[in-house]
């Protein structure tokens, strides 16, 4: 027997499709329980203020890119959600006179418009908002070369998995959707080969810089979070780092504000890596089997899984 459809998408696999204990078990954590999931290998880090936990995020640039020489050039890939600390990163480069001129940076994915990646004219383009809430916001002196910053470009896939090689990548840095992926690490169609179940770990896991289609819940929440609700407006495929680059990157750090996925998607990611329970149905649950991984929560907005009717 098949496992069960999606209640979200019925073509496609997601976190609905899992075992219903483990939903219920998810569902159950405290913010103690959230804390006592860190193992080695995976912590969980709580931020009490927003302050905090944005500066927190901005220093994750400051320290990767100050390890950066000419001989050991060092870099980030981050991503375009959250947002808010990428003025702070420009602050600080400025405040402390930090030059970039052996840094580097990653863009983690792209929307995927006729044909190409999204030209940075467009108003969703993450290459756009990388440059208007950072890079434009560093001193001209200061500023690290065009060629060191790396956005994947349709045709140009190779070249920007290769970088991962030759370019130390210090943290992989981004929030978590509401699907649960990291990047648009997204689940699969349900079709072909995996009608009845989705794609083993080891085939995700050789997945690197790639086109892919955006499960729906992707597409809502991206209209939510930049689009004013207008999903039709949303483009349905994306260029997307993959775990192929993200395990060539030292650390992974997962940034939680409460604005992104839900209380209770805020709790099923950080269980099953505790326990070791993977199901690509669940990207972010491959995150298990690299060395370092850190969740960082802004606390109040952890939220709980009741009830509540409005």
């Known amino acids: 027997m098949g496992r069960k459809k999606s209640v979200l998408a019925e073509d496609w696999w997601d976190f609905t499709t899992l075992d219903e204990k483990i939903l219920e078990d998810a569902a159950k954590l405290t913010e103690k329980d959230l804390l006592q999931l860190s193992r080695p290998g995976f912590e969980v880090v709580f931020h009490e203020t927003l302050e905090s936990f944005y500066l927190a995020e901005a220093l994750e640039y400051i320290t990767s890119w100050k390890q950066a020489t000419s001989s050991n050039p060092v870099g980030i890939c981050g991503p375009i959600g959250p947002t808010e600390q990428l003025p702070l990163v420009a602050k600080l480069v400025n405040s402390l006179d930090i030059s970039l001129k052996d840094a580097h940076f990653w863009g983690m994915d792209e929307w995927y418009i006729d044909g190409k990646e999204a030209p940075e004219s467009h108003p969703l383009s993450f290459a756009r908002a990388d440059r208007e809430l950072l890079f434009n916001l560093i001193k001209p002196e200061l500023r690290m070369p065009e060629e060191n910053i790396h956005f994947p470009k349709w045709g140009e896939l190779d070249k920007f998995t290769a970088s991962f090689d030759e370019i130390k990548c210090a943290v992989i840095?981004?929030?978590?959707?509401?699907?649960?992926?990291?990047?648009?690490?997204?689940?699969?169609?349900?079709?072909?080969?995996?009608?009845?179940?989705?794609?083993?770990?080891?085939?995700?896991?050789?997945?690197?810089?790639?086109l892919v289609d955006l499960h729906p819940i992707t597409?809502?929440?991206?209209?939510?979070?930049?689009?004013?609700?207008?999903?039709?407006?949303?483009?349905?495929?994306?260029?997307?780092?993959?775990?192929?680059?993200?395990?060539?990157?030292?650390?992974?750090?997962?940034?939680?504000a409460g604005t992104h996925d839900n209380a209770f998607?805020?709790?099923?990611?950080?269980?099953?890596?505790?326990?070791?329970?993977?199901?690509?149905?669940?990207?972010?649950?491959?995150?298990?089997?690299?060395?370092?991984v850190v969740f960082n929560y802004y606390r109040p907005g952890i939220g709980s899984v009741t009830v509540e009717m409005h």
């Open 265 to 292: 998607g805020m709790r099923l990611t950080p269980f099953m890596i505790s326990k070791g329970i993977i199901d690509t149905s669940v990207p972010m649950s491959l995150l298990a089997d690299h060395p370092t």
């Open 173 to 210: 840095q981004g929030g978590q959707g509401d699907v649960k992926h990291w990047a648009f690490n997204d689940p699969f169609k349900r079709e072909g080969k995996y009608l009845d179940n989705p794609p083993s770990a080891e085939e995700y896991r050789k997945l690197s810089t790639r």
């Open 219 to 256: 597409l809502a929440q991206n209209a939510r979070t930049s689009g004013g609700g207008y999903i039709v407006g949303v483009p349905s495929k994306a260029i997307t780092v993959g775990p192929v680059e993200t395990w060539k990157s030292e650390k992974v750090s997962i940034w939680q």
